[in-house]
């Protein structure tokens, strides 16, 4: 599991850092917002955030808002101030918990879990840079959401689904079908997969002559 923390108090940084190791926690820490967004540009295999309230160049509601919140991580804010109103802020603009300084290691490591296990059952894939939300079947780059067609986004998450699999042309016609209940034939095939290679801009979807297209890490 992945968990990223924000913060820039380095006690707290390596305190947590030993704490979550021992737990089988892979502790990831920047300790600004631009650090973060540089960071979740090209990272998205984060299962959990940690988002210091204070940061040195600017607020981490702000940060919440403005980018971390579109990548649908659950967040837990952490604060200095026990105050009702920046609870009350921070969980309704949408994140999952809470903890204010000071902490206790193991209140903040079973919350966590609390979290992960009820998140557990949503399904996202992150193959390099993109992101496939099976749930809000929502296709992200680098934090941007892309917009497909309804049948773009049902032939991308068939290959999603088979990642690593070559998924023959002969399927994807059948489920083409199943769909739309047109007749199509392999270079309506070619068409749509280049134009969804195109929206996406990335080298992730591979071609193999003569079978299919799959999904390549």
Known sequence: MNILLVEDNLTIIKGLKYSFENNNYNLIYKTSKKETIEYLKENLNIDLIILDITLPDGNGF????????????????????????????????????YITKPFSTKELLARINKILLRNKKQSTIIVKNIKFDMDKMTVYKNGEIIELTSLEMKLLNLLFLNKNKVVSRSTILDKIWEWTGNDVDD?????????????????IIKTVKGIGYMIDE
């Open 62 to 97: 702000d940060l919440y808002e403005n980018y971390v919140k579109k990548l649908n991580i659950p967040t837990i804010f952490l604060t200095a101030k026990d105050e009702e109103d920046n609870i009350v802020r921070g969980l309704n603009i949408g994140a999952e918990d």
């Open 187 to 203: 270079h309506t095939i070619t068409v749509y997969l280049k134009r969804i290679r195109e929206k996406l801009n990335t080298d």
